[in-house]
């Protein structure tokens, strides 16, 4: 069963021994968002991934992207005939170089242009299908909803949650070290579990942006 919103902050303030006049709820509450972000822009989940699909404008080198993305993971034409083909990601100057000769076609390369907007090169010709792939905005674990990392991985959440609290509170660094590697183990864990649901293509889904540790051979044997 799912911890509730109210059980998991008196669970923060039981293990820091710290209680509400100085641990409030809405400072648990930006403890909790932050992890939350943490975990979103280092591990892609089943909760956070999401695809748009829009069409180009002909003539113009700006596509919008989805209001609620946080992380751009891939760009894909869609043809007539439903073939896809990934735009390979270039930077803001490469897309303005290769449109200033004036070409249009289908597009090949995107850039990140600003937190609205990607640039594509060349020009589109055609209003042509786009399908965004990208990690939205992870929902937030309130009192009114429930989140995959609360229900799923509550552990991970709360050691990252507590990791906040002690930095916070200037507490031990004996707890907080405690804590903070404990958040990093089950982050790892869970990147590599995410990584078993998919054997797709790494384009295509994208991978952890958690350093996964890889012990080197063992050549003396």
């Known amino acids: 069963m799912a911890i509730s919103h109210s059980d998991f902050l ?5 293990y820091t021994e710290v209680g509400s ?14 992890v939350e972000l943490d975990v979103a822009g280092k591990v892609d989940y089943d909760d ?4 748009a699909t829009s069409t180009f404008t002909a003539g113009n080198r700006a596509v919008s992207i989805p209001s609620d ?11 007539s005939g439903g073939a896809r083909t990934f735009l390979e990601k270039r930077d803001i100057s490469f897309i303005s ?10 597009p090949k390369y ?3 242009y600003d937190a609205f907007n990607i640039l594509v090169a060349p020009t589109p010709a055609a209003a042509d299908t786009i399908q965004i792939n990208y990690i939205k905005d992870p929902p937030e674990f309130t009192s009114t909803n429930q989140t995959f990392l609360a229900k ?13 609290a002690y930095s916070f509170l200037k507490g031990p ?16 864990n869970f990147a590599l579990q995410q990584m078993g649901r998919r054997r797709r293509a790494e384009y295509d889904d994208g991978v952890p942006r958690v350093k996964i540790p890889s012990p080197s051979p063992n050549t003396t044997n």
């Open 97 to 106: 170089e290769f449109n200033g000769t004036g070409k249009q076609g289908t």
């Open 48 to 51: 956070t991934r999401k695809y």
């Open 10 to 14: 008196t669970q923060v303030r039981d």
């Open 173 to 188: 660094d004996n707890l907080y070290n405690l804590y903070k590697g404990k958040y990093n183990e089950e982050l790892q």
């Open 69 to 79: 993305s946080l992380i751009l993971r891939s760009v894909e034409h869609v043809g």
């Open 152 to 164: 799923y991985q509550e552990s991970m959440l709360l050691h990252g949650v507590l990791t906040e």
């Open 21 to 34: 006049s100085v641990l409030s709820d809405s400072i648990i509450q930006n403890f909790i968002r932050s």
């Open 110 to 112: 995107f850039a990140n």
